[in-house]
Structure formats: structure tokens, C-alpha cells
């Protein structure tokens, strides 16, 4: 079962990674990734641990990576990258590299398996937290588990709010990521920042996804389109089955292609009400 192998894979770079978590050997500089950030030995040693667990399990899906780019692990297939039989893990072994190399306790490993090169065909998601070993899981159509306990968005009814000013009395806590965000998208979401009661910002969209998956935050916004999928496939899965709602900014279900070139802007809201006041 591939959700299975992902947890095990997420296992084993806990186990890898732990005693480099918050160190200078964990931080130093290894190469550019294929993503276009710099890859960390942390990052590095984390991807290969999740490749060699494929392996060893005998399977063969094209993997989706922040580091190695896109890799077919089938050498006996010519499929392109977007046409595999057996499937495409999408993975950012370390979520949060900052965090997890300064020894900020908040980031994770991200592994999602789809049955299409696209978000909506996710079908398995695990999301380990790297600081405390905790796991956060989905399968599509069989509901969100945080250590194997099922969890779900905050169920806040909003139907009765008619203005970004009413939010202030419902108490609403949104996290957000404006992290290099540029003036005009920064304008945009101040709107949010002046209404919302309470703003959180830990800085792994994966992790924060699966904190408003278990009800923690009322909605998670990153409308920066910098976001790839390799960095929000799993907590996608996850939010998805808690009960949540994810939208692009023009108000269409989030979805998009794999690819490492994609960049994505989001709202995760617990009902569409809410999405509709942060668009106001």
C-alpha cells in the first residue's frame, strides 16, 4: 500500500536527519536544486533516504523532487514525465529547510503519491513533523489522521458574517506566508492582516496546511505564486479530506499541473463563506 511505503519513507528521514537539525554541517551549502533554491546536506540527505526507500520496495513512479528534479525510477520505460503507469511521488523531503537548519522547530518532510501528473489525482499524503515525529496522513475519499486519529477543519459557521470587519468578533486566526512577497500582492493581503484577529506565519506551507487541517487556524492564504506543488501536494490531500475547501484566487478549486516550474497562489478555508470575505 502506497501509503504505507510514504510513511516509511518519512520514517526513515526522521531517522537520518534528527542530529542535523538545528547544526552548521546540516546547513552548509551542497548545490543549486532543481527547484531553483539552494539544497542544504540536510535536503540532500533527506531525498536520497526517500529514493532509497522506493527502491527498496520495488516500485517504480516518476519522482517529483525539490532537489533531484523529475526522475523515472522505471529505466525500462519511455514514458515522459507527465505519462507513468506507476504513478508520481511528489516529494520536499525537508519542508522548512530554514527552519529545520536553524533549529526552529517547525518543518517536515512532505510526501504525496498521484495517480495523474496533476494535484487533484493526490491519492496518498504524509506529512511528518521533523522536530517531534508526529505524522499527519490522508487517502483520498477515507478522511485526514494526525497519529492515526482522524482530524478536521475548525467547523466555524460564518453564513452570519456580512463584512471582513465582522471577522474581528468570530475570534479567526489565519496563517498566512508573505515571505518575499511582492508590493502589489502585499497590498492585497493587508486587507487580511487588518481584519483577522490573529495572524501565524511558522514557515513550511506543508506543516501549516496540516495545522489548519486539525483545526488550528480558520484559514491558510499564500497568494505570493511562488508556492510549487512539490512544496503543498501532500497537506493539499490532507487539508482536502479534513473538510477543507482550496481555492485559487479567482475562486476555482486549486488545481495544476506537477511540474517544477508551476507556481501556485492559494486560499484553504474550512467553507467557501469564509473565502469569499477574504476576497471582498
Do not use: W
Given at each position: 500500500?502506497?501509503?504505507?511505503?510514504?510513511?516509511?519513507?518519512?520514517?526513515?528521514?526522521?531517522?537520518?536527519?534528527?542530529?542535523?537539525?538545528?547544526?552548521?554541517?546540516?546547513?552548509?551549502?551542497?548545490?543549486?536544486?532543481?527547484?531553483?533554491?539552494?539544497?542544504?546536506k540536510i535536503d540532500i540527505i533527506a531525498e536520497n533516504t526517500v529514493l532509497n526507500t522506493i527502491k527498496?520496495?520495488?516500485?517504480?513512479?516518476?519522482?517529483?523532487?525539490?532537489?533531484?528534479?523529475?526522475?523515472?525510477?522505471?529505466?525500462?520505460?519511455?514514458?515522459?514525465?507527465?505519462?507513468?503507469?506507476?504513478?508520481?511521488?511528489?516529494?520536499?523531503?525537508?519542508?522548512?529547510?530554514?527552519?529545520?537548519?536553524r533549529g526552529l522547530p517547525f518543518s517536515c518532510c512532505s510526501l504525496a503519491f498521484a495517480n495523474e501528473?496533476?494535484?487533484?489525482?493526490?491519492?496518498?499524503?504524509?506529512?511528518?513533523?521533523?522536530?517531534?515525529?508526529?505524522?499527519?496522513?490522508?487517502?483520498?475519499?477515507?478522511?485526514?489522521?494526525?497519529?492515526?486519529?482522524?482530524?478536521?477543519?475548525?467547523?466555524?459557521?460564518?453564513?452570519?458574517?456580512?463584512?471582513?470587519?465582522?471577522?474581528?468578533?468570530?475570534?479567526?486566526?489565519?496563517?498566512?506566508?508573505?515571505?518575499?512577497?511582492?508590493?502589489?500582492?502585499?497590498?492585497?493581503?493587508?486587507?487580511?492582516?487588518?481584519?483577522?484577529?490573529?495572524?501565524?506565519?511558522?514557515?513550511?506551507?506543508?506543516?501549516?496546511?496540516?495545522?489548519?487541517?486539525?483545526?488550528?487556524?480558520?484559514?491558510?492564504?499564500?497568494?505570493?505564486?511562488?508556492?510549487?506543488?512539490?512544496?503543498?501536494?501532500?497537506?493539499?490531500?490532507?487539508?482536502?479530506?479534513?473538510?477543507?475547501?482550496?481555492?485559487?484566487?479567482?475562486?476555482?478549486?486549486?488545481?495544476?499541473?506537477?511540474?517544477?516550474?508551476?507556481?501556485?497562489?492559494?486560499?484553504?478555508?474550512?467553507?467557501?463563506?469564509?473565502?469569499?470575505?477574504?476576497?471582498?
Amino acid at each position: 500500500m502506497m501509503l504505507d511505503i510514504l510513511t516509511e519513507a518519512s520514517k526513515n528521514v526522521y531517522s537520518e536527519i534528527k542530529d542535523l537539525l538545528g547544526t552548521i554541517d546540516g546547513g552548509s551549502k551542497i548545490s543549486m536544486g532543481a527547484g531553483g533554491d539552494i539544497s542544504r546536506k540536510i535536503d540532500i540527505i533527506a531525498e536520497n533516504t526517500v529514493l532509497n526507500t522506493i527502491k527498496s520496495n520495488n516500485i517504480s513512479p516518476t519522482i517529483v523532487g525539490e532537489e533531484c528534479g523529475i526522475v523515472n525510477l522505471n529505466k525500462s520505460s519511455s514514458s515522459s514525465s507527465n505519462n507513468n503507469d506507476e504513478g508520481f511521488l511528489i516529494m520536499d523531503a525537508v519542508d522548512g529547510t530554514t527552519n529545520a537548519i536553524r533549529g526552529l522547530p517547525f518543518s517536515c518532510c512532505s510526501l504525496a503519491f498521484a495517480n495523474e501528473f496533476k494535484l487533484s489525482s493526490v491519492i496518498d499524503a504524509v506529512v511528518l513533523d521533523l522536530f517531534t515525529g508526529d505524522i499527519y496522513s490522508a487517502s483520498k475519499e477515507k478522511g485526514s489522521f494526525f497519529n492515526n486519529k482522524k482530524i478536521h477543519v475548525k467547523n466555524e459557521d460564518f453564513n452570519s458574517i456580512e463584512s471582513l470587519e465582522d471577522l474581528k468578533s468570530f475570534d479567526v486566526l489565519i496563517g498566512t506566508n508573505v515571505s518575499g512577497i511582492p508590493s502589489n500582492i502585499l497590498n492585497e493581503i493587508s486587507k487580511v492582516l487588518l481584519f483577522s484577529t490573529h495572524i501565524r506565519h511558522f514557515g513550511a506551507n506543508a506543516l501549516e496546511l496540516c495545522y489548519f487541517a486539525r483545526g488550528f487556524m480558520d484559514a491558510y492564504i499564500d497568494i505570493r505564486e511562488k508556492i510549487r506543488p512539490t512544496d503543498m501536494a501532500a497537506g493539499y490531500l490532507i487539508a482536502n479530506e479534513a473538510g477543507g475547501k482550496l481555492y485559487s484566487p479567482n475562486g476555482q478549486e486549486l488545481d495544476s499541473d506537477l511540474g517544477l516550474k508551476t507556481k501556485l497562489s492559494f486560499y484553504a478555508v474550512s467553507n467557501k463563506k469564509i473565502f469569499d470575505l477574504l476576497k471582498t
